[in-house]
C-alpha cells in the first residue's frame, strides 16, 4: 500500500479528468510506439512494404519498362498509380512506415543513451540474497579460509576484466562485464539513423542524368544536354557544376572466340574535359568500374553502341538531314534499331527506319550479324514519306517513327522497299523523292551523370552501424557473483552467472569459473 | 592443361561431389534406421502393460550393435561429406581456371550456386564438431544435393570471361561475404526449421533421429549463434561493399533494383528476427518462424527473383551480360 492510495479520494473536476485521460492516451500512444514490439511489427511492414517496388517495374529505376509496363496493363494501371506503385519507395505510405520506425528508435535510443550514460560509473550490483535461485549457479564445500577464497575470486575475475563492485557486499564478490555491448547496441542504431540523413540527402539534393553522346561531340553540363535527367526533389539546377567533355576515342576489346565470341569484353573512353569556362583542359580514361569525379559530380560508362552516318538528299536536291544518328542495340552483338527523320525534306517529309549490322554477313540469303566488332557495316533501310507526325503536339522519342500518316515506299517488284548500304554507297529513291547515303559509322558512349551529396555520410554510418552492431552481437555482457559461508566443517563457496545478451552458455561460464577456482588451490 | 580441359574436369568433379555427397546421404540413411532399431530394443514392456523405456544400465547385445552401426555409420556419413565437400572444392577451382583469364569461380547463377552450395556444406563440417551439429547432416547433405541438380540441369553456362562490370575486385569482396552469409543463414534456417519441427512435436517420445536434436533450448541458441555470425556479414555484403561497388559500376549506390530490394528485405526480415529473440511473445517460436522466413526471402533473392524480374541489373542472370545498353528514353523532338 502507498501512502497516496490511503488519502481520502479527492473530486476532480471533470474538465481535468478529461486532460488527463486525453494525456495517458498520449503517454500509452508513445509507450506503444516505442516499445520493442512495435518496433519488430515496423519492420515486417517495411519488408513487406518494399515487395511490390520488385515486382512491378519502377518509373524512377527503369521508366522505359514501366511505361511498357503500363501499356499491357490497362485496368491495373490506374489503381496502380493512385498507390503509387510505380514509385514506391518514393511514395508517401512508404515514407510513412520509415518515418514511424525513425520516431520509434528516437524514442527508444535516446532514453536508452541516457540510462547508458548515468549507468556508466554504476557498480555491479550486489549478489542477490538467494543465489541458487538464479538459472545458472553452483556451490562447492573447501577446506579453505572463506577469505582467501573471496581474494582469489576477486584476483580470478579482474583479471577476466570484469568490473567489481566496491561497496560493502557482505562475504560476496559482485562483478559485471560486457559494458560495450549496450555501446555497441546504441551505436548501431543511432548509425541507422546517420545512414537515413545522407540516403535523403542524395535523393533530395542529388541528380541523375544520362545521355548519348556520339564521339567527338562535346558535352557541356547543363540540363538541356541530357537525355534523361531525374533530379531530387530540392535539386537546385543553377548549382550544376559547369564542365564540358568530348569523348576523343573509344576502344573495345573484342572477345574473337569462345562461347561469347562476337560480344565485347573490355570498353575504354579517352575523354578530354574542363572543369569550367577558363579552366584548363585534362584528359582521363573513363571505362566501366572506373568512373571519373569532377567536382563533386560523376562520370560513368555504362554502354556504348553505333551511329550511322547518314545523308537525306530530298527532291530538290538539297541536304535535308545528315549526321550521326545513333542506333539502339537489340543485344550484346550491337545488332541495332534506329530511325532517321527528315522533317523538312521537300516535297514531302522523309523517314527512314531499319536496323544496323557491324559485321554483316548474307548466310544462304538470310541476313545475319556476326559480332559486334563493325567488320562489315551495313544498314538496311525501309523508307516512309507523308507526314511524319511531328507536329501534333505532343512529344516523340527520337529512336521511333511514326508512320501512321506515312506511306511506305515499295521496289519495283511491289514489296517493301528495303536499302542495304554499306559505308559510302548511296541509294536513290524512286519517284524523284531524292536520295540516302551512309557516310561513314562512328560510336557512341551513353554516359551517365549523376551527383550523389550525402554518400560519405551514408558510408560513414553504415561502417558505424556494422561496428556497432559487432559490439553488440559479439560481447558478452553477463554478472558474475561468488559468496563465500563458513560453516563447522569447511567454507561453502556459491557461485552463480546472469547472461544479459541472451545468446550465451552461462553454464560453460560458470564450469569454468569454478574450475579456475579450485583450481589454483590445487 | 587447357581451358578446356580444366572445363571438362569441373563438370566431372560436379558429378563425382553428387554422387560422393548421394553416398554420404545414404549413409545417413543406415544410420537413422540403425537409431530406430535401436529404441525399438530399448523399449520393454511395463507393468501396467505401457511401453516404458528400458534401463540404459541393462545392456543388451544387440542394441550394443546397432549402436555400433550408428556411431560407424554416423562417421563414415561425415567422411563422406568431408569428401565430397573436397571434390566439390576442387570443381569451383578447376571452373575458376577453366575460364581465359583465370578468375573467381562466380560469375553467373550456375557458379553462385555451385559455390554457395559449397560454402553450406564446408559450414557444416566446420561446425558440426563445436555445436555437436551431426544430426543435421541428412538434412544438409540433401540440400546441397538438390541444389546442385538445380544447377546442372538448369543453370548451367559454359564458362565465359567476366562481363566487363562484374571485372572488380569488388566482386571478390562483395561476392565471398554475401556467400559466407549465405551460408550460415541456410544452416541457420535449418536448426530453425528443427526447432519448429521439434517443438510441434510436444512431449512425443524423443526416438530415432529426433533424440539426437538438441533441446528446444540450445536449438534456439545455436540457431542465434549462427544467425548474429551471418548477420554482420550479411549488413557487409549488401550495405557496405554492394552500394560501394555499384557506384563505380552503376553510377548509383543504391537504385532500389530487384537484387537490392530483396536484399534489404532479407536483412529487414533477420534484424526483426534479431529483435524478436529480445522481445516477450516473440522469441522462441515467432523467431524461429522468422529465421525460416529470412531463410526463404534469401534463396528468393539469390534464385527466384530473376525470374519474376527483368529489370535487374545484376545482369548475371541473363546472358546479356554486358554493360547495359538501353536507350536513353524521352527525348524531346519536333
Ligand atoms: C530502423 C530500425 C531498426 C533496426 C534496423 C534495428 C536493428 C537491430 C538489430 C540488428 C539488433 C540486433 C543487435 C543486438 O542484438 O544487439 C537490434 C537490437 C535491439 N534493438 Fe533494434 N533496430 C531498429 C529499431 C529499433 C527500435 C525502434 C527499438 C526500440 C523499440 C529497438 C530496440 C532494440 C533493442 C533494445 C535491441 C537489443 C536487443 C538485445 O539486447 O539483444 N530497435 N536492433
Redesign the interface.
Known sequence: MTATETRPPRPAPERRSGELTLRELLRWTWRQLTS??T??IL??V??LA??P???V??E??????ASQWKDAHETLTPIYEKLGIFN??GSAWFAAIYLLLVVSLLGCIVPRTFVYARGLRAQPPAAPRNLSRLPSHAAYSTAEPADVVLERARRLLRRKRYRLRREPDGPAVSAERGYLRELGNLVFHLAVLV?LVG?ATGTLFGF?G???LVQGLPFANSLTQY??FVPGTLFDVDGMDPFTFTVDDFDVEW?TS???AG?????SADLTYTEGPGEPEKSYDLR????LTIDGT?L??????YAPVITVRDGDGNVAASGPVPF??T??D?FSFGVV?A?FAEPSQIGLQGFFYPTFANVDGTPVNLGGNDVNPLVSLTVFTGD?N??SGS?????TLDTSRATELKGPDGKTLRLNLSPGETAELPDGLGSVTFDEVVSWQ?I???H?PG?NV??LG??L??LG??GS??IRSRRVWVRVTEGSDGTLVEVAALDRS??A?TDAVLSGLVADLQEEHR | MTDAAWGTLSNQAVAAAAVVYFLALLAHVVEWSSLRQTDRAMVVVGPGGGEVPARPTAPRPDVERQQDRVAVFGRLALLLTGLAAAVHLLALVARGMSA?PNRVPWGNMYEFTLAGTFVVAAFYLVMSRRYALDWLGPVVVTFVLALLMVAVVWLYD????LP??L??Y?LVIHVVSAITATGAFTLGGMTSIAYLLKRRRGDAPETGIWARVPSLEKLD?IS??IH?FG??IW??AV??TG??WA????????????KE??A??TW??Y??Y??????A??RGRNAAILAVVGTL?LWFNFIG?NY????SQHSYAS????????????????
Open positions: 520493442m514490439r518496433a519488430l519492420l515486417l517495411l519488408a518494399a515487395v517496388g520488385s515486382l517495374p519502377q524512377r529505376v527503369d521508366s522505359l519498362k514506391v519507395y545512414v540516403f541523375k544520362g545521355v548519348i537525355d534523361d572477345l569462345g562461347p561469347r560480344m565485347a569484353r573490355g570498353f566501366v568500374n572506373h568512373p560523376e560513368f560508362l555504362i554502354g556504348h553502341g539502339l542495340p543485344g550484346p550491337l527523320k522533317p511524319l511531328l507536329g512529344s516523340q522519342s527520337v529512336y551513353r551517365q551523370i549523376s550523389t554518400k551514408a558510408l553504415v561502417v552501424a556494422l552492431l559487432m552481437l559479439f541472451g545468446g552458455d | 581465359d559454359a564458362t565465359g570471361p566487363e562490370a571485372n572488380s569488388w541458441l542465434y549463434r548474429a548477420f554482420p549488413t557487409f550495405l557496405i552500394p560501394i557506384h563505380q559500376a552503376w553510377s548509383s549506390y543504391w537504385n532500389w533494383d530487384p530490394v530483396w534489404f528485405i529487414v526480415v534484424a526483426a534479431l529483435h524478436a529473440r529480445t522481445t511473445g516473440w526471402t527473383i519474376f524480374s527483368s529489370s546472358a546479356q551480360a554486358t554493360v547495359r545498353n538501353e536507350p536513353a528514353p524521352w527525348v524531346h523532338s519536333g
